[in-house]
Structures are given as structure tokens and as C-alpha cells.
């Protein structure tokens, strides 16, 4: 335990914590899109339904939950602890200071994404996590006992549709964290070669631009196509 004390509380400790926590959102990302493609299979939500029903019993997932609700958690106050250490490090007598000139855009702004990214977390956790748990007008699944999320999506993306606005917004400001977070993650860990990292680099800016477009295809695919 008190090696996790001492590590929350340097900051190249607080980096490593923030890294290693963006693996693993990263990892979340990809299994929760790959589920999420079973929207588009044009079924009726059948194989959608049978997955959401799976993701919402089977035990193993509960202990996979805890760990996501604390790899978020450590990201998130991690992410906290290093900007407030920042602006208290920050150099008051230099008037002329050039950001621009040695960071880009994304870098200078992860914190303003990562929080529209939240605010998005909280909303979407609300609308499929939550009602889903407890809204009772939910219907059951033709010939099964359990409710059904796809009725549930649809609903939420067609008849409310401000969220599939709000949707895609924050699907923007996702791939604007993901640009810098992903090279950041391997670059806070040391991962720094001349052949891979220009690899890492491409393969980071594909992730960023490929996954939140897939999640903001989501809402497209119910507006407009379905
Ligand atoms: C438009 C795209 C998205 C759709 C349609 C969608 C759909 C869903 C649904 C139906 C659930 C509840 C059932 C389940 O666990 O599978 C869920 C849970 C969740 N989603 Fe999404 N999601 C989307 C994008 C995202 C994004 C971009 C993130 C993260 C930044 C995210 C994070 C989560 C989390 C943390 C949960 C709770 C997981 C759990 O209970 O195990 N989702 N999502």
C-alpha cells in the first residue's frame, strides 16, 4: 500500500498511474465498439440483445466492472492531480511564452476534451446503464425474460434525438484525447525507439479517427438509415 501512496503522490508516479489507466480505456474502447457493431447486423437487435443480456449477468463482467469503474476513476484523478501540479509549477515572470511553438493543440487541450468526454460519460451511463436498470417501461426481448436494450438504444438515438447530437459531438472531442493520449501513453512509459514509435504514432492517429468514428456511426446509422 504504501508504495501506491508514494506513487500517487510524484508526478512521474501520477504519469505512469495516467498511462497505464489509458491502456486499459484503451483496451475497454476496443471490446466495447466490437460489441456495439452488432447494432448494424440488421437483425432487429436480436444478436445485440443476446450480447447486452450476456454483458449484463455474467458474474465475470461484475469483477471486469470494478476494474473499469477504478481504471476510469485513476484517470480521471491522476489527470486531476497533474494539472493542479502544472498550474502551481507554472512560470509567473515570463511574459513571453510561446505554447504553440513546442506543443500541439491536442496536447494543450486534454484537459478540455477529457472533461466534454466525461460529461458525456455520465450522460451516456444515464441513458443505457442506468434506465436500463430501472426505467420500467422498458419491453422484453420477443420470447425471453429480459429487457431489451436495442429497443432501448433506438429509442434514445431516434425519438430523443438531441443525444445523438450530443452524441456525436463528444465522439469528436473523444478522438481529439485519443491523438495526443495514445503516442502519450507509450511516450510516458519509456517506449521510445527510432523504427516503432513514427509506427505507433500512425497506428495512434488511425485509433483516434477509427473508433470514434465507429461509435458516432452509431447514432448516424438510427437517424438516418434505420
Ligand atoms: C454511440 C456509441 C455508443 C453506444 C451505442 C453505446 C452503448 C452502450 C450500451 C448499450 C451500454 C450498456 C450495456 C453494455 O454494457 O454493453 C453501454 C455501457 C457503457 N458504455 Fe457505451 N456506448 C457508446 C459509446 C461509448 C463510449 C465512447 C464510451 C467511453 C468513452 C462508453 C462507455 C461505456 C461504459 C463505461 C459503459 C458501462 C459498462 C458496463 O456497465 O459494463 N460508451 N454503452
Known sequence: ?????KTLTSSIGQKILMSITGFFLILFLIVHISGNLLLFKGD??????AYAHFMSTAMILRVAEIILVLG???????A??????NIQSRPQNYVYTQPQANSSWFSRNMGLAGSIVLIFLLVHLHNFWFRYKFQAE????????YK???WLVKTVFIQEWWYSILYIVAMVFLSF????GFESAFQTLGINHKKYTPLIKTIGLLFA???????????????FFN
Open 44 to 49: 432487429g437487435g436480436v444478436a445485440f440483445n
Open 209 to 223: 479517427i477509427v473508433v470514434p468514428a465507429g461509435f458516432a456511426a452509431m447514432p448516424i446509422y438510427f437517424l
Open 1 to 5: 500500500m504504501q508504495w501506491f501512496i
Open 72 to 78: 476510469f476513476g485513476l484517470h480521471i484523478y491522476t
Open 148 to 150: 431489451d436494450m436495442y
Open 80 to 85: 486531476w492531480l497533474l494539472t493542479r501540479h
Open 138 to 145: 422498458i419491453p422484453l426481448v420477443a420470447g425471453g425474460d
Open 177 to 180: 484525447h485519443l491523438v495526443h
